[in-house]
């Protein structure tokens, strides 16, 4: 069976680590290898620096070294800069590290993305977290 190829926007890794979160479901998922995810090292770097702010430093290092020893986390280097979100060009790297590694979906609740719906190619399908629970573990 082949894995859903997905990019996760920080907040949406971010609302995911704490087990008490209602969104956990997505981090236990990544976990067990469910999908998989596909990372820039720029996206590591605002990972650790929105978690460490939020959680705590140390929080961030060990999220950090469990992502990187999943077989299902994938490196992926980025050869061309899109520049396709102009309203927040910081999110750029989600979506040049999307089509670098050819995803399924860029899952975020961010509303810069949806730029993303009118614009042809290179095409990236950008889905909210809800939107995501569906197509990963079907409907309730």
Same mark, same amino acid.
């Given at each position: ?23 956990? $479901?997505? #981090? ?6 469910? #999908?998989?995810? %596909? &990372? ?5 770097m605002e990972y650790e620096e929105i978690i460490a702010t939020k959680y705590h430093p140390q929080v961030a290092k060990d999220v950090l070294r469990t992502l990187l020893k999943l077989p299902n986390v994938h490196r992926q280097f980025v050869y061309s800069? $899109? ?8 999110? /750029?790297? !989600?979506? /040049? ?7 399924? %979906?860029? &899952?975020?609740?961010?509303?810069? !993305? ?6 042809? !190619? ?9 939107? !995501? ?8």
């Amino acid at each position: 069976m082949k894995l859903l190829k997905v990019v996760l926007d920080t907040n949406i890794l971010l609302v995911s680590i704490s087990s008490k979160s209602p969104y956990h $479901w997505l #981090f236990q998922n990544l976990l067990t290898g469910r #999908f998989d995810l %596909y &990372v820039t090292t720029d996206i590591l770097m605002e990972y650790e620096e929105i978690i460490a702010t939020k959680y705590h430093p140390q929080v961030a290092k060990d999220v950090l070294r469990t992502l990187l020893k999943l077989p299902n986390v994938h490196r992926q280097f980025v050869y061309s800069r $899109w520049n396709l979100i102009a309203n927040d060009p910081d999110d /750029d790297k !989600f979506v /040049d590290c999307a089509i670098a590694g050819n995803v399924h %979906y860029l &899952v975020s609740q961010d509303k810069p !993305f949806d730029v993303l719906k009118n614009i042809a !190619f290179p095409r990236v399908t950008v889905l909210n977290l809800e939107s !995501f629970k569906v197509i990963l573990l079907g409907p309730e």
